[in-house]
């Protein structure tokens, strides 16, 4: 029997990462130190309280059943941490919560396009951006980011045909890959954009709890006019070390909210009870291990960078999340080719710049998942393999 696929599933593949792995596991089938900064998967532990918290609800028979709809007390602990850390006022249905802000990203334009409405999406930026309106059927624009413009998208430049079309456009800051803030102008001329082209703003704030140089992460809803064209996404993920229990929040416009409620009622039963809990505790408090593990992702943050720069690879401190953005060493040009021979030659695991986009093609993405000591290991190990002076 012949099977076919559809052409939306076709158009997936693994590429890069799949080779990735491949090349890893034969690094460690020959015994050779491998020093993983590829996938943003937390190395931190929940905080203990959220631990226990999941694991209390676990040992009640009665929260295994069907959620359907959220607790009222873990509505009422968005609103609470909504307000307490972004001074943002939240109504019940103003709040939905979701396994996860990719799986919020991919199924989002279901609610707001037709096939074949157009979509601004960030170049260079997360995948899950450009992936989840193309398997609805929606045709992508992707806005670029250039690093002489601080990443931040020149809305003036995206032409006037492209603007009067698009139905939304996903902006994400901290931002992953890129690893840069955006600063309050920006999101005040975003909002006017807006509101001017008619425009659907979805913010993704993963990361604003991981902001460095004594920045302080915000949202997105706290600027005026924010509620009227848009919403974001929060996730538990890496501010508390979630990542597994897919604990999220699309948060703002009520008629956005309420319409992908209503969307995800055909085929979603509701987030896992002890799985709420967990989230009634990370957003209720104590907060200072959320505090704490910024300062440690800060200090590895200047233990890559900083030294990277002494061997000669001339990499930028990042500005947020838990990433590093490095453009190419000097003589190199293909990020996909550097990024196999430097796992080859030294055991660094890093994902090409090109994954993210065509504007990510010099550079290559590091993650902040390694303690201090062993991410010294990772750079001597760079130095000592002498990538950095040759060419590709």
């Known amino acids: 029997m012949e099977i076919k696929f559809s052409k939306k599933a076709d158009q997936l593949q693994a590429g890069i990462f799949a080779v990735l792995d491949e090349k890893k596991r034969e690094l ?3 015994g050779r130190k491998v020093y993983n900064l590829s996938v943003g998967t937390p190395d931190f532990e929940p905080m203990e309280h959220i631990q226990k918290a999941v694991s209390e609800a676990a040992k009640d028979p009665k929260n295994y059943k069907y959620a359907i709809t ?3 007390e873990l509505l009422e602990a968005v609103q609470s941490f909504y307000q307490r850390r972004f ?3 939240l109504k019940t249905d103003e709040i939905m919560a979701m396994y996860g802000s990719q799986e919020g990203m991919a199924h989002i334009a279901w609610a707001l396009c037709d096939p074949g409405e157009l979509v601004l999406t960030p170049n260079p930026g997360y995948q899950i951006f450009r992936v989840g309106p193309e398997l609805c059927g929606c045709e992508i624009w992707p ?3 250039y690093e002489d413009n601080g990443f931040l998208p020149k809305l003036g430049d995206i032409p006037e045909d492209v603007a009067g079309r698009a139905k939304f456009m996903v902006v994400s800051y901290p931002a992953n890959p890129i690893c840069r803030t955006a600063p309050d102008s920006f999101y005040r001329k975003l909002i006017a954009f807006a509101k001017e082209k008619q425009i659907i703003i979805l913010h993704d704030n993963a990361y604003s709890d991981i902001v460095y140089g004594g920045r302080t992460g915000g949202s997105f809803l706290q600027y005026e006019g924010a509620k009227e064209v848009g919403i974001e996404f929060y996730s ?4 508390f070390n ?3 229990a897919r604990a999220s929040f699309a948060v703002g416009n009520r008629e956005i909210v309420q319409k992908f409620r209503a969307l995800r009622t055909q085929f979603d039963y509701g987030m896992f009870l002890p799985v709420q809990y967990g989230a009634i505790a990370a957003l209720t408090g104590p907060f200072d291990g959320v505090k704490e593990q910024c300062r440690r992702y800060e200090e590895r943050n200047h233990v890559l960078c900083g030294g990277l720069r002494e061997i000669g690879w001339d990499v930028p401190d990042s500005e947020g999340t838990m990433f590093v953005w490095a453009p190419l060493p000097a003589g190199y040009t293909d990020s996909e080719k550097f990024c196999v021979e ?8 890093c994902v090409p710049g090109s994954s993210f986009g065509s504007l990510g093609a010099g550079y290559v993405r590091m993650a902040l998942v390694l303690p201090p000591d062993q991410l010294r290991e990772a750079v001597a190990s760079i130095r000592d393999c002498g990538i950095l002076k040759g060419k590709l």
């Not at 538990?236 to 501010?239: A, T």
């Not at 430097?342 to 695991?349: T, W």
């Open 28 to 30: 460690l089938s020959q």
């Open 70 to 72: 959220e607790l009222p």
């Open 87 to 89: 001074g943002v006022a």
């Open 143 to 145: 806005y670029p980011l």
């Open 236 to 239: 538990l993920s890496k501010s």
């Open 242 to 244: 979630y990542t597994g």
């Open 342 to 349: 430097l796992m080859e030659r030294s055991g660094v695991i």
